[in-house]
Every structure is written in C-alpha cells, then in structure tokens.
T-cell receptor, first 112, second 106 residues
C-alpha cells in the first residue's frame, strides 16, 4: 500500500490564484481530514469527512472547500489564495475517527 | 473554545527520561494521542489511549484532563516535535496542541 499520498509537495501561488491540493489513500479508510500546520499553532483541522459524500468543517475552514466523491480521494480547494494561507498542509485518514490517523507527507504552500 | 496545551520546548540530556506534559480544556474528550513529527515527514503516532500505556520507549500517563509522554533513554535522534492531541466531538475528530520541540543535549 502507498498509504496517504499528497500532491504537490511544494507550491507557490500568487494572491488570488486558485488551486487544488490532492490527497489520496489506498487503505479503504472512511475518515479523512485536512490540517494546516503553522509555527506555534500546531495542527489545526480545516475540513474532515466521515465517508464518501459527507464532509464537515473543522476549526479553520474559511477560504477552503472540500468534496468527497470517492472513498479514496479528498481534495482541498483554495478558491482565491491569500498570504494567510501560507502553511504546510497535511492530509490524514483512518478507518474511523477514533483510530490512528495516518498522515501524508505534507504540501508546503507559499502565497505571495 | 476547546484547547490543548503543551510546552513549546523541552530539553534533555542524552540517556535521560524526558517528560512532555499536556493538558486540555475539552469537555467531551475521549482518548489522548501522542504524535512524533520530523520536519518534512508525515507525523507518526507513538501511543494513544484513555489509560496509561506503553509502546517501546514511549510511555503515556493518563488523567481525565492531562497526559504526559515519557521517552525513556532519550537519544539525539529523538529531537523532533511531539504533538499531543485529544479526541473529541461527535465525529471524534482530533484537537492538537501546538507541539513541543524536544532538544537532546549530548
């Protein structure tokens, strides 16, 4: 199994541009989530999904959209990038929310 | 607002036992999770639970609103960021602390 994969690994955007961060897992996990990591702030939950077709907001959802059309994929969309969205983004999955979450390697995003 | 608190830095000498403390203000919390994170890599679960538990050199203590991670015989290679997280909410999502940077002195 490849586990949780994220693409791209690095990305630079200009303010106002849009993009999608990709996340995929091949472990048939129901639960997937997106976090952002900022210095001194730890990992903050952006959005999560408890199964295909179901998504919900986490602690910091503003400026981000998600969808979950399949069990495997959970893309994160930035509709109009802002410098405040400069961060490292981690995707994670688990069989259920209560189980160990398996993290991807992260995407480092810089918005200028 | 539900919050999880942990020190920003901890330093230890090589070979010692190092303790990283975590407490929270989450009213409907379930388990504690302790993750290890090396920069550029995926965070990795070390130990979890709602009771004291051990995984290799990693021990976890448990109280309702606090937990400590104890790393036995700490090594320079253990220098990393350690995250405490609390499971909460109807969907049992994780709320993370801000992370503790462990420095190991030779």
């Amino acid at each position: 199994n490849a586990g949780v994969t994220q693409t791209p690994k690095f990305q630079v955007l200009k303010t106002g541009q849009s993009m999608t961060l990709q996340c995929a897992q091949d472990m048939n996990h129901e639960y997937m989530s997106w976090y952002r990591q900022d210095p001194g702030m730890g990992l903050r939950l952006i959005h999560y999904s408890v199964g295909a077709g179901i998504t919900d907001q986490g602690e910091v959802p503003n400026g981000y959209n998600v969808s979950r059309s399949t069990t495997e994929d959970f893309p994160l969309r930035l509709l109009s990038a802002a410098p405040s969205q400069t961060s490292v983004y981690f995707c994670a999955s688990s069989p259920q929310g209560t189980d160990e979450q398996y993290f991807g390697p992260g995407t480092r995003l810089t918005v200028t | 607002k539900d919050q999880v608190f942990q020190p920003s830095t901890v330093a230890s000498s090589e070979g010692a036992v190092v303790e990283i403390f975590c407490n929270h203000s989450v009213s409907n919390a379930y388990n504690f999770f302790w993750y290890l994170h090396f920069p550029g890599c995926a965070p990795r679960l070390l130990v979890k639970g709602s009771k004291p538990s051990q995984q290799g050199r990693y021990n976890m203590t448990y109280e309702r609103f606090s937990s400590s991670l104890l790393i036995l015989q700490v090594r320079e290679a253990d220098a990393a960021v350690y995250y405490c997280a609390v499971e909460c909410g109807s969907a049992r999502q994780l709320t993370f602390g801000s992370g503790t940077q462990l420095t190991v002195l030779p």
